[in-house]
């Protein structure tokens, strides 16, 4: 039996720091810190910085070889 692997689309690529901590069991702290050390990926729209659902998704990808 052949092993199928399934890509999650996103319908949302940013999310703010608040809601990414809320659905991973993180913190808010702990969001922060992981952005300022630059293992979560995020960007500035306006004035907030969101985490970068998009980047992440696609590095997760990348590294778990998808293909």
């Known amino acids: 039996m052949d092993e199928q692997k399934q890509i999650i689309l996103l319908a949302t690529p940013v999310m703010t720091q608040e809601r990414f901590a809320q659905l991973t069991g993180l913190t808010e702290g702990q969001v922060r810190g992981m ?23 696609q590095d997760a990808m990348d590294k778990e070889d998808w293909q």
């Open 35 to 57: 952005i300022e050390k630059g293992h979560l990926p995020s960007l500035k729209i306006g004035k907030p910085r969101m985490v970068n659902i998009a980047a992440l998704s």
